[in-house]
């Protein structure tokens, strides 16, 4: 997913304001040019947040919303959980970049909970960025470990947000979501007439 996070890191535009979500998104962080100005943002509290830390960079109470040790950045700040929150609730955020269990092809959002039996719901603040960051992508595999789809006609699975994913990178290739559907905008390994046959799209 290193790869991926690369081509994602190259699609956020510069000085943006991000959050990048628990899981493989934060790998993005790796893959930002330091000259870019862009600002990473966490839920639990950092703004100017940096790449993951190495050996004697590790600071325990240094970490990403997923509990990696992280660096600072120059001019780095930390704030009350509250006040991260406001800041993902007020529109602040440039972009956001989340895990996914399903997404429609309308751009609706499922990523907390599958809705099974005995399932552990992990909403986080996932509802507040969907809803709150002006441009959502999503980064994940693009089939489930049987082979069903997870870019799909509606979500089955408990939503997150509605018509709020712009992107969907995946394994496979990038989707772009808007009112017309869905648009392979590049596919990795497979020709798009086989993916669009594997996830039921129009060639």
């Avoid at 980064?139 to 069903?148: C, P, Q």
């Amino acid at each position: 997913m290193d790869e991926l996070a690369a081509v994602i890191a190259r699609d956020i535009p510069a000085d943006a304001y991000v959050n990048l979500g628990i899981g493989r998104p934060t790998k993005i962080a790796d893959h930002l040019p330091a000259d870019a100005g862009i600002v990473l943002h966490t839920e639990n509290g950092m703004l100017g947040m940096g790449r993951a830390a190495h050996g004697a960079e590790v600071d325990p109470d240094l970490t990403n919303a997923g509990k990696v040790p992280v660096i600072e950045t120059p001019g780095c700040s930390y704030f009350h959980h509250a006040d991260s929150f406001a800041m993902m609730r007020g529109g602040h955020l440039d972009v956001c970049v989340l895990g996914a269990y399903q997404v429609a092809y309308d751009g609706s959002l499922a990523n907390w909970h599958t809705g099974e039996p005995g399932a552990i719901p992990a909403v986080g603040g996932a509802m507040d960025l969907a809803i709150g960051a002006k441009q959502v992508f999503v980064m994940m595999t693009l089939f489930t470990k049987s082979g069903a789809p997870k870019l799909v006609p509606e979500c089955t699975y408990p939503l997150t947000g509605l018509r709020c994913v712009r992107q969907v990178y995946s394994d496979y290739g990038v989707f772009v979501l808007g009112p017309a559907g869905v648009a392979i905008r590049e596919t990795y390994g497979v020709r798009a007439a086989e993916l669009c046959e594997r996830l039921g799209l129009p060639a």
